[in-house]
């Protein structure tokens, strides 16, 4: 989905793969049955009326993030742009670490950044899973083919004999035992006959290859675990490096994209694929893998272990916590889908390796937010400001755009009287230089409402000052004519005390004051920021609603918006993000 309909798509190098790829006719001959399926379910099937097919792929072992958002923007946006399709298919090979809840929430958060699997009435939504007798059968075939073999070593053997990058591997003492005991093993295996770790299948391709992965890699492994979709209906499941090509091929898929770490896992997706066309369970064309950098940030951490760590261990609240680069906790903070779709447009494809400031991310939402938000005033803080020579028992109401830039969506108004709250860094006793909002003989508009001159204050029995004193100007009053007799360099907010609405903002900020908070031999839990989170009893402008989801931009403060466990009785707000990147000299 487009962030905008009057933007130029930049180019880049996976669309010029795409291009080139379309233009040579690589792709004309392609079938699709409207199913998944090996050759003997396509072969007669009609053309495929997609251009392109992409797919994300995600492992449902835990919750998505920023990084999960590149892929998903890059992947979906190429298949719309492309007159194609992208489906979103669960590799669910890992039963141990996999949840009916982490499918739920991808597919949620899939769908609340704009993107669909619809193509016509059917839907690309697949696991891999649904694909396991698909790939029993095609390691059948290997075995058969002699290029598969079971091996009866320990891991800890065959990572021993694997070699090094400067040494080859050594053969595995049963690499050339006889197809007929390999298929029967194998087959064992899948009776449940043997324990986990006793046996494995591998690949035989050369153990000798420079390339570590192509050293005779494990394809099945025995994993005596329940699965989330089959139960225990499989003792043996496929490893990655087998199963994920094999997907990709059966779901038609042109281009699979994905991250820079699998660059070297892409001479054996190549092999495996080339060996079962060859051995006629695969059509042509068959899938290229095409490599992009992943996405780098700073300050914060993406990998699930350590994302789990911080959900179990309690230092947040739950996946969804607005520190969390996790999609549902951005939501949660007030990030649009709007705006973190236009944070990836900004980032680019490439295959250099680079890292973000989290300050983009920032910028994003505010140039989402601005136009569209409305305003309000929130006091933090407050201290009480007396205006000394305006009547008692008086008031009179002010007024203030909804938003500045839209005049047509009309005005908020707010009463003024005598007592009124200030934030309490809006007055200093004792300023420094260029300190130009409230200190005893300076002069200060109240924003929308008068000039005033402070002229005095109080203190409490530990100095902390309690109440500020002003006069006002009476001809000053914001839109009459007499507003700009009086020049005036500071503008501060202010609520009337009597209307003030009380509520619970949650002050939220970098969950780490490291900006690598996990590089090298750091432990990353020694950067949480102990300031990430502070909870104000805060006061809002009176006339507000609150409903869970609104947002505003709060004037002078940043971005903020109504946290889902909000009620009548207890309001929350989230801040999103403050109005500029606080953190630019940190």
Known sequence: MSTSSTSPVASNFLRNIIEHDLKSGRLEQKHWSGTPGPAAVQANAPLDP?????????EPNGYLHLGHAKSICINFGLAQDYEGTCHLRFDDTNPEK???EYVNSIIDAVKWLGFDWHEGDKENLFFASDYFDYMYEFAHALIDAGLAYVDE???EQIRSNRGTLTAPGVNSPYRDRPIAESKDLFQRMRTGEFADGSLCLRAKVDMASPNINMRDPVIYRIRHAEHHRT???WPI?????FAHPIEDALEGITHSICTLEFEDQRPFYNWLLEHLQALGKLLKPLPHQHEFSRLNMTYIVTSKRKLLQLVKEQYVNGWDDPRLPTLSGLRRRGYTPEAIRLFCERLGVSKSESRIDF??????LRDCLDPVVDRSVAILDPIKLIISNYPEGQSEMCHAPKHPHHPEQGQREFPFSRELWIERDDFMEDPPKKYFRLFPGNTVRLKYAYVVRCTGFEKDADGKVTTVYAEYLPDTKSGTPGSSSVKVKGNITWINAADAQAVTINLYDRLFTDPIPDAGDKNYLDAINPQSLQQVQALIEPGTTFEPGQQWQFERLGYFIVDPDSTSEHIIINRSTTMR??????
Not at 359 to 364: R, V
């Open 237 to 241: 499941y496929p490893m990655y490096t």
């Open 50 to 58: 997609a251009r392109i097919r992409t797919r994300f792929p995600p």
């Open 98 to 100: 996999e949840e009916a």
């Open 581 to 586: 990147d606080t953190w630019v000299k940190k």
């Open 231 to 233: 139960g225990t209906q």
């Open 153 to 155: 070593q320990t891991p």
């Open 359 to 364: 300050s983009l991310l920032e910028q994003a």
